[in-house]
């Protein structure tokens, strides 16, 4: 669903009071395509704020201008405040207002805002006013470089701006692992001739974990590792007891689920963890299995073909059951 660039640049055409939103728990490439549009709307004479529902990982500390995010959870009030005077959402990575949790229920009750949505998850719901939404983008870092390159405004991708889409990227494609298209490397290489520092991002990106974090993926892969070499599943659970345990704080799980997809006999791969009020599923698959049907059908979840997620009011018991008994029909 795109609608066509000309219907957004009137839009545009004079300053705004623009609040860009994306999701809870946000990734690298909430965080990236959030700040690079940030840069992009400022150059244009806008007025921008960006707002998190929740809190975003340490280890994207070092991207300029995180620390300007207004974060829902910790500061609601200034959050409901910069809402209603808003007069333009930009709403990034994700594809529908409950996603948000009630900062959604406060921008939709601006009724007079333009609403637009840029992100490439599948089937974005209709409550937008303007949609540059492509569920074949790698990220929706990849869309920002698209849009900007539409506008007839690549120039200004350079620099920060640059570290920012690279950071989406990089992330939501694991490393180049998945999601990828040709334009998609085409926008690299011209993102490094303007002097891109690839090697320097990949190491903040992800050669910046705690010791904690690394005793817990050991703990994972030792100690909660189920593989059932029959059904080419692997799966990794944690309990309430292991959070306290390693103290486990938001980010100290990311990640862990793509080891399980490193053994060679695994086709998908589970995470499930019991959060205080849900367990949550992340999975992940290899091929033409999709694991997006699997959440959907049997755990209130979406998300992409090959990477999704879901959760249930269960006891975490129940849900590893529940995985076992319907995962092995969506192996092909
Ligand atoms: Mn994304």
Redesign the pocket.
Known sequence: MKDDISEIKPVLSHPRDVVILSHRNP?G??IG?SLAMKMYLESRGHFVKCILPSEYPDNFEWLPGVKDFMIHDLQPDECNKVVKKADLFLCL?FNSLDRVDKLGMAVAENKTAFKWLM???LDPEPFADYYYCDDSA????ELVYRFMDEMGEKDKIKGVLADCIYT?II??TGSFHHATNPDLFRMIAEMKEKGLDDTRLQNNIFNNQSEKQMRLLGYCLGKRLVVDEEKSIGLVFLSRKDYQNFNIQRGDTEGIINHILKIRTVKLAAFITAQPRIVKLSLRSKGDISVQALARDHFNGGGHFNASGGYMHAPLSKVIDKFWEHAGDYIK
């Open positions: 990734d490439d909430a395509s990575d992100d490439h998850h790698s990220s929706t870092c989406g992330t939501d």
